[in-house]
């Protein structure tokens, strides 16, 4: 989110911000959380 709006500032369409930085950075971010969530919940 913090470097899509830097981006913006160079001139760039919000369209490639997003393709190029945004799903990779939240499929990166998000899958350690999911698998570190399950094994939270299977360790209980």
Partial sequence: M????E???EGEP??????RGGLPV???A???T???V?????QR
Avoid at 2 to 5: D, I
């Fill in 38 to 42: 399950v094994v939270l919940i299977l």
């Fill in 26 to 28: 939240i499929a990166i």
């Fill in 7 to 9: 981006n913006d500032f």
């Fill in 30 to 32: 998000a899958l350690p």
């Fill in 14 to 19: 919000h369209e490639t911000n997003r393709d």
């Fill in 2 to 5: 913090m470097f899509g709006s």
């Fill in 34 to 36: 999911l698998i570190g």
